[in-house]
Structure formats: C-alpha cells, structure tokens
C-alpha cells in the first residue's frame, strides 16, 4: 500500500480534494444561499497546500490510504478558506481581491460573507470528525489550529501583546507561529494522525510542518514586495501599505532568504526516515521556488 | 449517583458553568484582546438554557456527575455567544443591546467582534473534545448544531428559502427549527450522550429538545411583541421593525399561546420515564412562564 499511495499523482489528489470539498458542501442541506456563498468561498482556486500536506503527510506515515485521509485534508482547506472569507471584510482587510476574483463580500454582501465564514468553520469540524481513524484527535488538531489562527489574526490586526513580547522580531514570531503556522501545523499533524503514524513520527511532522509553515509565511512576505497584484490574484503590497509587521520588514531581504533556506534544509531533515516522503520532498522544493 | 446528582441545585450549575467558561478562556493561552472580546461576549450574564438543559439532561440519565457533562455544556454555551455576537454585528441585526450591556461589537469593534466570534466556535469544539464519554459523539452534535444554525440565520435574514418551501407557516418552521432550534436539540441531545444515556433515552431527550427548542422559540417571538427593551435586557419589538416572521404573526397570539402549551405537555411526555427528571420539569414550567 505505501508504494502505491507515495506514487498518487498530485493531479489525482487535488481532484479528490475538490471533489470532497464539494461533497462536504452539496451533500449537507444548507440553506441554498449558505451553500452557495460557502461553494465560492472554498471551491476553483487556491494553491490547496494544507490538504495537499495533510494528504502528502498521512501517506508518508505508509498505512492510510488517500480516502482515508480527506477528512482532515477537507478540515484544513475549509478553515483556511473560512480565515480568507473574514481576514477579507471590510472591518478588517478590506480587500477586494482573492484567488483573483473578487472577495466573498464582494460577491455576496457581507452579511453572508460572515455567516458563510462561520459555515465554513463549522463545517470543517462535521468533516473532520468522519476521519475513520482518531476522529477525535483530528478534530481537536482542526479547532485547536483554527483558535490559534484567530489569536494569530487578533495579533496581526489589532496588536495587544502579551507584556513580556517587546522587540519585533518575538511580535513577528507570534503572529506568524500563530496566524499561518497553526494551520500548517496541524495539516500536517493531523495527516499524521489520520495516516497511522507512531508518536515518533507525528512528532517529525510535526516539526516538519512548523519549519515549513514559516518558511512558507516568509516566503509569501516576500512576494507580496516583490509580486504584482495579477500574478499573486490578491492584493499585492499590502502589508506594507497597511503599515503590517512583515519578515523582511522586521529582518531585511537578505537574512529572510537565508532563513527560508535553513528552514528549508531543516524541514527535509525531518522526513530523512520516513518510507514515502519524496512527494514531500517536491512539495517542499516547490514551496521554496514558487512565485505566487 | 442519581439521587445525589438530582439533587444539585440549579445555582450550583450556574456556578459551575460559569466558572467553567471563564477557564477555557483564561487557560487557553488566547492573544489577550480575543480573549478579553471572548469573556465580555461570553460571562456574566444571559440565562444560560443551553448548558443548564444539557446537564439536567446528563443528570436525568441517571449515570453523569455535573463535572462530566461541563465539556458538553461549555461548548454548547460558547456556540450560542457566538451566534449572538455575529448576529447582532451591523450587516446582520445591527443590534446595540444585549444581555443589558453593549454589544460586542459596540464595545470592542467591529474586527474583534467579528475575531471573538469565530474564537467562541473554535474553542466550544476544543471544549466538547475534552467530554470524558464520547467526546466525537459530542463534538459532532456541536459542530452540526452550529452548521444548521447558521443555516436557519440565513433563512431568518436573507431568505433564500428552497424552492418547494413556499407557505410562510412551511418557511418559519425551517427557520426556527434550524436558527434555535438545532442549538437546544443539540443541548439536550449531547448532554444524554455525555450521561451515557442508552439510545432511547437519547431518542426521548432528542423529542424532548424538540418540542421545547420550538416552545422556547414561540414564547421568545411573543415577548419580543409584548415586552420592552428594559425587561429584556435586548431591543424588543425588532422582529416586527425588520419585518421578520415569527410566530405570532403569522399564526396569531391566540394559536401561538395554545402551541406552546401543547409543546409543554409533549416535552413532559418526553421525561416521564426518566429516572431524575424533576428539575427538568420544573426548568420546563419555567421556560413557559418567564418574562424575560
């Protein structure tokens, strides 16, 4: 079995998750304007990074099957969509823009953007608690990401830190640990979990999923200075405009590459002894290398 | 066990559930303004019928202990603050008076209004994983609760009602049966399970949830009609402002009195062969007479 699921095409995942993530929606008897918005919301477009990780980490495990692990992978992609949908409102981004289309709010008024995003959320935790194996502990990876992915958010927002975070850099590592760190993380480990993995290996992906989600968040502050708004489909620039603590803001160009590469090398350090890891190895290689 | 558990006072279930929100906050290690957003939307106030109905429940089982239905209790609790504090933002009810006090977002902002919303959803379901019974089973009746809810305020504000509900007698019963209904069936049904109810003892308290969700909602539709903002420590007579439907307007005052005194006697039908149900009994009769 591990053969056979290390050697899944990445097509043939994102396909599956698609088509889980439409499932989840049509198949729940929403009211049809929720299901509607939540559809736009969740569905034809997105890089599907958290699922792809979830999926890519539970086959590494070498026991679960890809059917088996989308409960999670679905679980992750809708919080992350959920976060998008009200990162997005007027009253907190206010941006115009995402996936290159416009925003929920934009689209669908805010009204149901918000209760789209709380769709979304509640949602994630019904799929994530069909995971076949540990659907507990997978639940509880989904809402303990999602809780630290909103302090992230509050932090990233609206400040208010702890009295003993002072300098920028501990800020900068609190918001980002927090604001897209949870949720990669948790793909990561819950694939993990979903997957069968032993104690030892969730705790490698684990540490696997915390050096690639700020290598990821590093990645992404860069190319917000250095993108366009058409080739990154959100808004380009923003953080800076708004004044947001970024990584090279805080840490200079230069050292936010290095960084990227140490976290890099750090990250394929964990799957050294996994059985089926190379599609990891890719994903990563990709994340580092990619310009949108 | 049973005897004893019946016997807890109702004010000791106050203070035990809110004692226990005020944990899951503080001990969760939030960005302090979420959290602080999170208590004010969450404590000191409000009549708690969610979590009182999923203990009494648990107790009526005859097996739990107060302590080990809480986790059900908290979580159903936090998803009902969160609900109000979404609905009462400006795109939605845009409602300046809750509970007596400001509303969340009047207080905080709108961002945090918004934020400590999505954290009560995110940590009731972090709470109800913590149930010593059964805590998927748990979780599972909190996340699809809050999903229909979040169904029956779409219908409540947006409409968009599927195409064969046309009647308004059809479309307020799915509006009520999924915007309060679904939070306090789902009390009912996850403290039973939490209390290690058999399956038809869930059943009968599933039935009991019910008739008293929808009771709990024709008593609510006439108070907004009859009493003032003072005594209900929110904006009455909004329903009718908005042009909302409820159920005095579209059944009348007169039929509306007779339904909730035949959902009354249904929800006692339900009880009757439980083995400590006097204080759900009397919890019952309450709901039928308050004020407020």
Sequence with gaps: MSTVAANIQDAAILQAVEDALAAAIDRRGLAPRLAEAMRYASLGGGKRVRPVLAIRC?????????????????????IHAFSLVHDDLPSLDNDDLRRGRPTTHR???????????????SLALEV???????PDRVAHEVASACTDMISGQVYDTLGGFPADTV???????????????ALIRGACRSGAIAGGGSTATVDRLTRFGEAIGLMFQVVDDILDETQTSATLGKSA?????QGKM????V???DRSRRVIESL??????????????DPLRSMVDSLVTRTS
């Excluded at 070498?62 to 992609?77: C, K, Y």
């Excluded at 994530?128 to 540990?134: C, E, K, M, N, Q």
């Excluded at 750090?266 to 002894?273: F, P, T, V």
């Design 237 to 241: 620039g923003k953080d800076k405009a």
């Design 246 to 249: 970024t990584y090279p803001a």
């Design 251 to 253: 840490h200079g160009l």
């Design 167 to 181: 300098a920028d850099a501990d800020r900068l590592r609190l918001i980002h640990r927090n604001k897209t760190g």
């Design 58 to 78: 539970g086959l590494a495990c070498g026991e679960g099957s890809l059917e088996a692990l989308l409960p999670a992978a679905v679980a992750f992609e809708f």
């Design 128 to 134: 994530a608690l069909s995971s076949p194996r540990h």
């Design 107 to 121: 689209a669908f008024g805010e009204a149901l953007a918000i209760l789209a995003g709380d769709g979304l959320q």
């Design 264 to 277: 890099h090398q750090e990250a394929l350090g964990c799957l050294r002894e996994l059985p089926a890891a």
